[in-house]
């Protein structure tokens, strides 16, 4: 268990930039069922399902700050369901949309429509390209509609823009009478409070969170997280990740954030595989994260190798110099 024998031994000699490459992607591309995901998991499972052959579709607001896992698990379950092609027809049993940035509703209808495979998915006004959306999702036998980054619809935050939005994702979900999730950042939620309509079509809302580390129970839940990480590393031998030390370090440079885990360390695969070693040790970590900038923490401190690191008293340290820095700008 503690090799990783898809990935052959280094043995010290440096690895080929093309492998650095793969080692990687591979990194990358690594997702755990962790139980919070697993649990978004059937909440959408359970919408799809329900939603056949019922009267009303149901629908679902899922919220949280950028890097948690939303799209992992959106385009996860989207993947399930491949697009196929009957009697010159495809078939899209999930349509997935991310919203541009400064987005307009006919913005969001044209992309769902390009999505769709519309040939003239930008042509016709906001009302007769809402009118071919609808008339698609029957063709196309969509099943569920997820429409992602949904605070792009409200970029420019007037009024009008609130007013106008909310009522267009109203009617359309009355109208396309498919279950919908919207999921975006927190600040999306304020069009609910423009439109009590919408608010009562999507009562169920649901908030996203990273990982938290101050209970007992919490931290065995992040450090389970990191055991499943640190199996599936491009290396021969693990990093024991979820070593308690290694993990209150691992915490305390990510704040549990999911995304920044997952830069860590592929910057950390990358100096490995340049080393030529077989694992990932601290002083790639320490290395990685000198790399990555979180504009939000000026203050951080690098804790890989740093034995004498303390996960509360590298956090007290950090808020102090913040309280500090808005003492003398306030
Ligand atoms: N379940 C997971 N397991 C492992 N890594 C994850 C998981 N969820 C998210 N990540 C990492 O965090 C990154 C950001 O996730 P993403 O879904 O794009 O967040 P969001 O949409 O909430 O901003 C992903 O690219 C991935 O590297
Ligand atoms: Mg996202």
């Not at 399930?80 to 541009?100: A, H, M, S």
């Not at 309509?197 to 007992?216: A, H, M, V």
């Amino acid at each position: 268990m503690s090799e990783n024998k898809k990935f052959a031994k280094l043995n010290g000699f440096p690895a080929s930039p093309v492998e650095v490459k793969s080692r990687r992607e591979h990194t990358k591309s690594i997702i755990v069922s962790h139980p919070r995901y697993q649990k978004i998991m059937n909440r959408i499972e359970e919408l799809h399902f329900y939603s056949s052959g019922s009267l009303q579709a149901e629908t679902l607001f899922l919220y949280g700050e950028t890097g948690v896992g939303k799209s992992t698990v959106l385009e996860e379950y989207t993947e399930r369901f491949q697009r196929e092609i009957i009697d010159g027809i495809t078939i899209v049993p999930i349509l997935y949309n991310k919203v541009p940035v400064g987005a307009t509703p006919k913005s969001v209808a044209s992309s769902l429509l390009s999505s769709l495979g519309d040939p003239a998915y930008d042509k016709g006004t906001e009302i007769s390209q809402t009118d071919r959306l609808l008339h698609f999702i029957k063709v196309c036998k969509v099943e569920l509609i997820i429409i992602d980054e949904f605070q792009h619809l409200i970029d420019r935050d007037t009024r009008t823009v609130l007013r106008k939005a909310s009522e267009w994702i109203k009617k359309f979900s009355d109208d396309a009478n498919v279950p919908i999730i919207l999921c975006g950042m927190p600040e999306s939620k304020r069009i609910f409070e423009h439109n009590e309509q919408l608010d009562r079509r999507f009562l169920d809302k649901e908030e996203i969170y990273g990982f938290q580390y101050i209970t007992k129970e919490e931290q065995i839940e992040f450090r389970t997280f990191l055991k499943a990480v640190d199996e599936d590393l491009p290396f021969y031998n693990r990093t024991y990740l979820a070593d308690k030390k290694l993990s209150d370090k691992m915490f305390y440079a990510t704040n549990g954030n999911p995304y920044y885990v997952n830069k860590i360390l592929v910057e950390a695969t990358a100096f490995a595989a340049k080393s030529g070693n077989d694992s990932i040790d601290e002083n790639h970590l320490y290395e990685a994260f000198r790399r990555i900038k979180n504009s939000k923490r000026p203050f951080v401190t690098n804790p890989f190798t740093n034995d004498k690191f303390n996960l509360f008293d590298a956090f007290e340290l950090e808020q102090n110099k913040n309280k500090k820095l808005a003492k003398n700008i306030g």
